[in-house]
């Protein structure tokens, strides 16, 4: 059967998550719904991220096996027609290997979250990012970040349920910017490793915050790494701002 390596984008709030359910919307059902409109009984897709409730994409990869041999560019169009009303939208499609594989042939993923800082609340990008009413400073929260790069037990931002075999885990970037927003003041955390453990991210973004609104000196952040205590992670912010920026595969499918 011909695969296909599709890239995604997707609101993720009307769904329960990536992974499809019995009885919850989800980003995978609508997907594999869409591919059903132009062939029956297709094998299930993969994902290279499985992405939480509410969490969205910037470049989810997902690999799908067909009966017939599609043009790439014909196969993306069906399916955004057959994904409507959807917010989900193929942005790239790929014809790929029999031995590519959306999730373990990853190399890399990267996450994108989005933070801001300001008194009134959100109109247009309400749901896509995570307003606190506050000020935070930047200065103190890439110090903090400093501490978590690396190969360590993370078991402290590690939710409960992560199902992981291991917390141990390599976090190759943290990267914090400050950008103008209206009203206030936009933080973007862009963070890169191979894999992550269930609400990594949002975990040290709940935990950061704590740190750029002065509440958490940048040395409590190393201490709560090493505790590998649960309990000692600060709180876990909502999924209103993260989205599954990239995952990297070498080579790319989708380099022309």
Same mark, same amino acid.
């Given at each position: 059967m011909?695969r296909?390596?599709?890239k995604l984008?997707?609101?993720?709030?009307?769904?329960?998550?990536?992974?499809r359910?019995a009885d919850r919307?989800?980003?995978?059902?609508?997907?594999e719904a869409a591919?059903?409109?132009l062939?029956?009984?297709?094998?299930?897709?993969?994902a290279?991220?499985?992405t939480?409730?509410g969490?969205?994409?910037l470049?989810q990869v997902?690999?799908?096996d067909m009966a017939?041999d599609?043009d790439p560019f014909?196969?993306?169009e069906?399916?955004n027609h057959?994904?409507?009303?959807?917010?989900v939208?193929?942005?790239?499609c790929?014809?790929v290997s029999?031995?590519?594989?959306?999730?373990f042939?990853?190399?890399?993923r990267?996450?994108l979250?989005?933070?801001v800082?300001?008194?009134a609340?959100?109109?247009?990008d309400?749901?896509?990012?995570?307003?606190?009413?506050h000020?935070l400073?930047?200065?103190?929260m890439?110090e903090?970040a400093r501490h978590?790069?690396g !190969?360590?037990d993370f078991? /402290?931002?590690?939710?409960?349920?992560?199902? #992981?075999a291991? +917390?141990?885990?390599?976090?190759? =970037? *943290?990267?914090?910017?400050?950008?103008?927003?209206?009203?206030?003041?936009?933080?973007?955390f862009h963070?890169?490793?191979r894999s992550?453990?269930?609400?990594?991210? !949002?975990s040290f973004?709940? /935990?950061l915050?704590?740190?750029?609104a002065g #509440?958490w000196a +940048?040395?409590?952040v190393k201490a =709560? *790494?090493?505790?590998?205590?649960r309990?000692?992670?600060?709180p876990?912010c909502?999924p209103d701002?993260l989205y599954l920026?990239a995952a990297?595969?070498?080579?790319s499918?989708?380099d022309t």
């Amino acid at each position: 059967m011909p695969r296909y390596a599709l890239k995604l984008e997707y609101d993720g709030r009307p769904f329960s998550g990536w992974q499809r359910q019995a009885d919850r919307p989800s980003v995978q059902g609508a997907v594999e719904a869409a591919l059903a409109r132009l062939e029956r009984d297709l094998p299930s897709i993969a994902a290279a991220g499985r992405t939480d409730a509410g969490v969205h994409a910037l470049g989810q990869v997902a690999h799908c096996d067909m009966a017939k041999d599609w043009d790439p560019f014909r196969l993306s169009e069906a399916l955004n027609h057959h994904l409507k009303p959807h917010p989900v939208a193929v942005v790239a499609c790929a014809a790929v290997s029999d031995d590519f594989h959306a999730r373990f042939s990853a190399q890399e993923r990267r996450y994108l979250f989005r933070l801001v800082s300001r008194r009134a609340p959100l109109v247009h990008d309400k749901g896509q990012i995570w307003r606190v009413g506050h000020p935070l400073a930047l200065a103190p929260m890439q110090e903090a970040a400093r501490h978590l790069l690396g !190969r360590h037990d993370f078991t /402290t931002f590690r939710a409960s349920l992560c199902q #992981a075999a291991s +917390p141990v885990k390599t976090l190759d =970037a *943290l990267d914090i910017e400050e950008l103008d927003y209206p009203g206030g003041r936009e933080f973007r955390f862009h963070v890169r490793a191979r894999s992550f453990l269930h609400n990594q991210v !949002r975990s040290f973004v709940g /935990t950061l915050e704590r740190v750029g609104a002065g #509440a958490w000196a +940048p040395e409590d952040v190393k201490a =709560a *790494l090493e505790a590998c205590d649960r309990a000692a992670c600060g709180p876990v912010c909502p999924p209103d701002g993260l989205y599954l920026a990239a995952a990297r595969y070498d080579p790319s499918p989708f380099d022309t």
